[in-house]
């Protein structure tokens, strides 16, 4: 059975290239500079589902679904 306590500092979040730019998504529309600011997700199927639904998928720019660790405030590659 799936323990929630268990991993839940690990999140994944989103990471695109806009203009030789790294930002993180924020909304479906919205990218940030910093990966603590990001929409954070529980699973990477729902991450990628996110970004397929955004504006970002529309604008054929590079991306990757990222690892966060909360607890260390880093991203797990």
Known sequence: MYDAN???NIYY???VYIDNQ???VY???????????AK???HRRSAV??????EFMKSE????????????????I
């Open 6 to 8: 268990k991993n839940s």
């Open 13 to 15: 979040i989103i990471e």
């Open 22 to 24: 790294k930002l993180y």
């Open 27 to 37: 909304t479906k529309r919205v990218g940030v500079h910093f990966p603590d600011m």
């Open 40 to 42: 954070k997700f529980v």
């Open 49 to 54: 589902r996110y970004y397929k639904d955004s």
């Open 61 to 76: 720019c590079y991306y990757r679904i990222l690892k966060y660790d909360k607890k260390k405030d880093k991203i797990i």
